[in-house]
Structure formats: C-alpha cells, structure tokens
C-alpha cells in the first residue's frame, strides 16, 4: 500500500465510529427523529472523505513538480482547472490571444493542481463519475452502489429542504452506512493503484 494511502485511511479513521454510532442509537433517540439526523450525517461523512482523500492526492502530485509533458491529457486538464473559463461567450481576436498566452505559459511550468475539490455538495453518481475520469478511475467498479448512493444524496436533500414525509428507517440507515464505507474502500483502492503504478506519467515515462 502507498504511504498516502495509509495516510488518508488513519486520516479518516475516525468515520468508523461515527458510524458506529448511527447504527446503534447510543441515547435512543425516536428512532424516526434518528433516522432524520442520520442521514445528513452520512452524506456529510460519505462527501468528507471524497474531498479530504482527493485533497491529499492532488497535494502529493504537486510535491512531484510534474510537468504537462510527463502526465497524460486528462491531468493536464486539471491541471489547468479554470483557464478553460475563460473560453465561454464571444471572444474577441486580442482576448483569444491573450488566452493562448496564457495556455502556453501554463504548459511551459509544472503543473499546480488546485486543491479544492468540487462536489457541487451533491456528490451523486454523475459528480462521482467525473472525479473519477479526472485520475481515470474504474468508475464501474462502483456500479452496485450508485443507486443507494444516489438515494442518500436524495434523502439528504429532501430532508436539508424541510420535506416531513421523509422517514428513514433503521434499515435504511445501515444500507446507506454499507453503500459508504464499500465506496470508501474502492476508492482508497483506486488511489492506491493509481499511486503504486504511478498512472499519473505517461504510461511510456512510468
């Protein structure tokens, strides 16, 4: 295993007894109300650990200092974040220049990946598919658990919006708990392959 991947799962950790925690109910709390507080809950810790382990890695790929000419296309992409903007709506010859020049300079340097990671704070299986073409991850290797995932973002927001029919049961409680912490696993999975086998050079330069 990677170091970063083992600095992301002790980093993270602390989830396990979170959940934990919702599964059990420890002050019997009205098992409707829990469910309602639970929720949330889940889907905050199930987007933290996105952003938090994506975060470490885009970190650990500027320490490398690498350069557009070592990494494949999609990273330069990211790399290059958005400067890609800047193309929207009409643009005049001199602006068009000045985007070139801009592009190239970009190119000419290591590349600097921003660190923030955009969820759009609803990380449904759309969002989670773009995440992963971004470091070509297997995306399908999460296609037992889009739909309960996809479920939780819904419930969540159903319940962020003041929806009273909504009433999670205990059952579904713990399905969402599993559908989280098997997505976890795949992706620290997914990280570590793509660390181990450094997929983040041209695969001729790794």
């Known amino acids: 295993m990677h170091s970063l991947v083992t600095e992301i799962y002790e980093t993270n950790s602390w989830r396990d007894g979170e959940f934990a925690k919702f599964k059990v109910n420890p002050h019997q709390v009205d098992s409707i109300l829990w469910g309602r507080m639970c929720v949330p809950m889940i889907y905050a810790n199930w987007e933290g650990f996105v952003v938090s382990s994506l975060k470490m890695l885009l970190s650990h790929l500027n320490s490398l200092n690498l350069t557009p000419i070592q990494i494949p296309t999609r990273l330069v992409v990211v790399g290059l974040g958005d400067t890609y903007k800047t193309l929207s709506g009409k643009q005049s010859f001199e602006q068009r220049c000045s985007f070139t020049d801009r592009f190239n300079e970009l190119l000419s340097n290591t590349v600097k990946f921003k660190t923030k990671v955009e969820t759009k704070s609803n990380l449904h299986s759309g969002v989670l598919k773009e ?76």
Do not use: W
């Open 131 to 206: 995440l992963c073409q971004m470091f070509d991850f297997k995306y399908e290797r999460f296609k037992d658990l889009t739909s309960t995932l996809d479920r939780l973002v819904q419930v969540r927001n159903c319940i962020a919006h003041g929806e009273n029919s909504i009433l999670p049961s205990q059952q579904n409680i713990e399905d969402y708990i599993s559908a989280v912490k098997s997505a976890i696993d795949i992706l620290l999975e997914e990280i570590d392959i793509f660390l181990t086998q450094e997929c983040y050079l041209h695969k001729q330069q790794a």
